[in-house]
């Protein structure tokens, strides 16, 4: 099963703080889980990846955490600010080099 | 990113018409993908090349055919239209090397393709 399952689809946070989105798989043979970050009229960029044998890894105020027990992984979103206001979403690399993406999460971060 | 471009940005077509969509790259990238954007259905994988004599099918290519015609070129065309192809369609590049680090894939602008 190739897919990813994110959620929340939307999420409204105040500025400072916290954001968090949720990714769920099964198929085993992912090997590698970016987050790319969607402004409106622009194309998905890498925002961050981690590989399925490290647990946490973080750039500035953006977190992964990976289970990869309960086969789980979540970006977490520190000290929100208004320009992280985009859409996000999580993927799985397979197959060397192909990439299944969730559905995506709309972030709005009020002041 | 200015590197990974796409023409046309926005197309309105009408149903039964051919209409293609180009890509082009400058990044020296060996490998192209097409893939369409949906509200609640995220980026989905239409077709995707490792190099200029590679063409492999996605999750959902029926209604779509591609050409690579050089490296820094591809293209995807839908040959007789349909509105449930209405979409956001994105064309992106990743390199080859690096594994098994992550690839990144680069994205273009997009193109809003509009079916009536």
């Known amino acids: 099963q190739q897919q990813v399952k994110q959620s929340p689809q939307s999420l409204i946070v105040q500025k400072g703080g916290i954001s968090i989105i949720n990714c769920a798989y099964e198929?085993?043979?992912?090997?590698?889980f970016p987050w790319y970050q969607q402004f409106p009229g622009k194309g998905p960029a890498l925002l961050i990846a981690?590989?399925?044998?490290?647990s946490e890894k973080k750039e500035g105020r953006f977190t992964i955490s990976f289970n990869k027990s309960a086969k789980q992984f979540s970006l977490h979103i520190m000290d929100s600010q208004p320009g992280d206001s985009a859409t996000y979403f999580c993927?799985?690399?397979?197959?060397?080099?192909?990439?299944?993406f969730g559905t995506g999460t709309k972030l709005q971060v009020i002041p | 990113d200015a590197d990974v471009t796409q023409t046309p940005r926005n197309r309105i077509t009408k149903t039964g018409k051919r209409i293609m969509l180009e890509c082009s790259q400058t990044k020296g990238h060996d490998r192209m993908y097409w893939y369409r954007q949906d509200p609640g259905l995220g980026l989905r994988l239409i077709y995707y090349?490792?190099?200029?004599?590679?063409?492999n099918k996605g999750e959902i290519s029926d209604g779509y055919s591609v050409s690579r015609q050089a490296q820094a070129k591809f293209s995807l065309s839908l040959e007789s239209a349909i509105p449930n192809q209405t979409a956001l369609y994105f064309c992106a590049t990743s390199d080859r090397q690096g594994i098994p680090d992550y690839n990144e894939q680069f994205f273009g602008p997009g193109t809003r393709l509009t079916v009536l």
């Open positions: 993927a799985a690399r397979w197959g060397y080099q192909k990439v299944t």
């Open positions: 198929n085993t043979a992912f090997d590698y």
């Open positions: 090349s490792f190099d200029v004599k590679d063409i």
């Open positions: 981690i590989r399925p044998d490290v």
